[in-house]
């Protein structure tokens, strides 16, 4: 009999409610309308795209208005960068972000840089929590736009949003932040919060792979976004395209699951959490990264002195974990995040993160924390006999 491994890669996707399938298999196979259609099976597609949007818009305190659909963050971030830089080039030529965004926004700033815009990308202290001064100081009378991710994909850390847009809005500047990590884990009230424009995922609330979302808030004069895919006019014209109608309903029953449920869940990841670094903390040289007073509940980035975490990925068969982002780790390169927040080789290859769900029990967690440290043990106790085997053979 197959026995599922313990999954803590919560950061790379979720698994998708089956509530969350129940509301989208309809889509598939009776209610299979085009939802721009003028007849009944486009009628009935673009009604209940409608319902998912306020959905969607509903966890964020937004209104329906002003939901973007895109096919996940990434086109989302890359939609605002491109977007707010063609709308506003008149304006300015200048983007601050940090340098522990995810690559979508680090990758799409670096190609802007070549077409001639100006990006400051500001330092982070060893917790990744930027300097508001650093900020202040790097807005100049050409900057058309701040973008400073929510919660970090890797460390957990969460920006003091709040005190960003403040001084973004000081200054008349647009503000976006990534809130992929977020959206789902934690309260995201767009109005308290004055967020000018917000991106994130489906798959990683519990929700289908391939849908995201755009938050452009409403204002006047409007916000300007250039269009970067044509064909059609969908999404108010600023993301032609057909619009994925299954996947959408998903999105939106996922996104009222989690704000029905916020509460209760975040509470019982964070028990979950907690009790994992409890466990891994009593293992000696394991040292917990990102900031302990704010950051996502669903978080934990640990750094195992004397155990190179691919060694580990390899011996532990029965828990999933990885060593970084996702996006990233198709590539040998080491985290971008981690060598800013100033880690060095050995302890970045020493380095893992682990995320938790709603999903997971604290029987997952117990068995998992006995796993690692029997591998780590034995990791270090075979590390050891190799160094007095090659100190034997030098002598």
């Known amino acids: 009999m197959y026995n599922e491994p313990i999954y803590l890669d919560n ?5 998708l409610d089956p509530r969350v399938l129940d509301a989208m298999m309809p889509f598939f196979t009776t209610h299979y309308g085009n939802s721009s259609s003028q007849h009944y099976f486009g009628y009935f597609a673009s009604e209940a795209v409608s319902i998912a949007r306020k959905k969607v818009a509903s966890l964020l305190n937004a209104n329906d208005n002003e939901i973007i659909f895109t096919s996940g963050a990434t086109e989302s971030n890359n939609l605002v960068l491109k977007g707010i830089v063609e709308s506003y080039r008149s304006h300015g030529n200048h983007i601050v972000t940090s340098k ?13 840089e070549q077409k001639g815009i100006s990006v400051t990308y500001l330092s982070v202290d060893r917790d990744g929590n930027i300097d508001l001064d650093e900020l202040k100081n790097s807005i100049t009378e050409k900057t058309i736009l701040v973008s400073i991710m929510f919660g970090n994909n890797e460390i957990g850390t969460i920006a003091p949003i709040k ?51 755009l938050y452009v808030k409403s204002t006047t004069p409007k916000i300007l976004l250039s269009s970067q895919i044509d064909g059609g006019g969908h999404e108010k014209n600023i993301r032609s395209g057909t619009l994925n109608v299954p996947a959408i309903i998903g999105f939106g029953k996922a996104a009222e699951i989690c704000k029905n449920e916020m509460q209760v869940n975040s509470e019982f990841v964070l028990r979950l959490r907690n009790k994992f670094e409890e ?29 190179k975490i691919k060694d580990l990925i390899r011996k532990v068969k029965g828990v999933v974990f990885s060593t970084h982002a996702a996006c990233s780790s198709s590539d040998n390169s080491q985290s971008h995040v981690l060598n800013s927040i100033g880690m060095n080789k050995e302890n970045i290859d020493s380095s893992a993160r682990f995320g938790f769900c709603r999903m997971n029990t604290e029987e997952e967690v117990i068995s998992a924390t006995n796993i690692f440290t029997n ?12 160094i007095t085997q090659k100190q034997n053979i030098n002598n």
């Open 163 to 213: 005190e960003i847009v403040n001084i973004c809005h000081s200054s008349e500047i647009l503000f976006h932040t990534d809130a992929t990590q977020c959206a789902g884990n934690i309260k995201l009230d767009i109005k308290e919060l004055g967020i000018d424009l917000l991106s994130f995922s489906a798959h990683k609330l519990h929700g289908p792979k391939g849908i995201g979302a």
């Open 100 to 112: 522990i965004e995810h690559s979508s926004v680090i990758d799409v700033c670096k190609k802007l």
């Open 279 to 307: 466990n891994m903390e009593n293992v000696s040289g394991v040292t917990i990264n990102g900031n302990k007073l704010s950051r996502l509940p669903n978080n934990t980035h640990l750094t195992i002195q004397n155990v």
């Open 11 to 15: 950061h790379s996707t979720t698994k």
């Open 375 to 386: 591998a780590i043990n034995e990791l270090r106790n075979s590390n050891n006999i190799i």
